[in-house]
């Protein structure tokens, strides 16, 4: 066997909640003695579409000697366990594992990780040179770890809680989406997921707030930052709705 990206799950942070089942395309997970488990590694094709759905973090993506991902048994699992609707959703999925922008890339690795080129035209001439852009950020720290709940800034806000790569990403963030709001940031699939639900709990009991907006990317594992936020007001009985922005790989709003 060879070394290849694959999924690994934390028994200590994995709730049982079954989510990350759902958000498998090839039915490599399932929920065994109230935790997720990966049945068989030859259905996992290291992709990690199901860290998205994680709202604990405890999946992630590993290099280590591994069976290799076989589609064709695959398929036939999902056909028998699933049907044929589920197994085009898988063929699908797998196609755009392999299409990134003209780039194909081979089986494996996580699809917010991938390398991608974006083209530029590199002949424009930037809007920066022609006049200057204000910040619109109107507090300090912006860190969801390190932002206190009792802060003054947060008392009946319009909170946006921000993934790390957006503001990079999105060239029009501070005006389209950061103006009149108090923000944190975070990301998903690098830092605990426990410890910002928490937080989050205790930001929004704490504070009257008038609105909560979600700014992530379109890659699958930063669906978990929504699923945090909304976890957190679930938990709390608070009756916001949660708005989300989504912005793709070339920085447009989706």
């Known amino acids: 066997m060879r070394k290849r990206d694959i999924i690994t799950i934390d028994k200590d942070k994995c709730n049982g909640c079954g989510e990350c089942v759902v958000g498998c395309h090839e039915g490599a997970l399932q929920i065994v003695d109230g935790k997720a488990k990966l049945v068989n590694e030859s259905f996992c094709d290291g992709f990690g579409d199901c860290i998205g759905e994680c ?51 081979p089986t494996g690795g996580c699809p917010g990780s991938r390398m991608r080129t974006i083209k530029k035209d590199k002949n424009k001439e930037s809007n920066t040179k022609k006049r200057k852009i204000e910040s619109e950020l109107e507090q300090w720290p912006i860190q969801l770890h390190l932002l206190p709940p009792t802060a003054p800034y947060f008392k009946e806000a319009d909170l946006l809680i921000t993934a790390d790569c957006v503001p990079f990403a999105n060239a029009n963030y501070h005006q389209e989406m950061l103006q009149g709001k108090a923000l944190a940031i975070a990301c998903p699939k690098l830092d605990d997921g426990n410890a910002y639900l928490n937080k989050l709990k205790a930001i929004i009991t704490n504070n009257d707030l008038n609105s909560i907006t979600v700014a992530r990317m379109e890659v699958p594992c930063c669906g978990g930052l929504t699923r945090l936020v909304e976890q957190a007001i679930a938990q709390t009985g608070s009756n916001l709705e949660v708005e989300v922005i989504t912005v793709g790989i070339d920085g447009e709003r989706k």
């Not at 290799?68 to 594992?97: C, I, N, P, W, Y």
Request: proline share 2%; glycine share 4%; no cysteine.
């Open 55 to 105: 709202p604990t973090g405890a999946l992630k993506i590993e290099k280590r000697e591994a069976e290799e991902f076989d589609l064709e048994a695959t398929a036939d699992h999902v056909k028998s366990t699933r049907g044929e609707e589920a197994v085009e959703e898988m063929l699908k999925a797998q196609k755009e594992h392999e299409e990134d922008n003209d780039l194909k890339m």
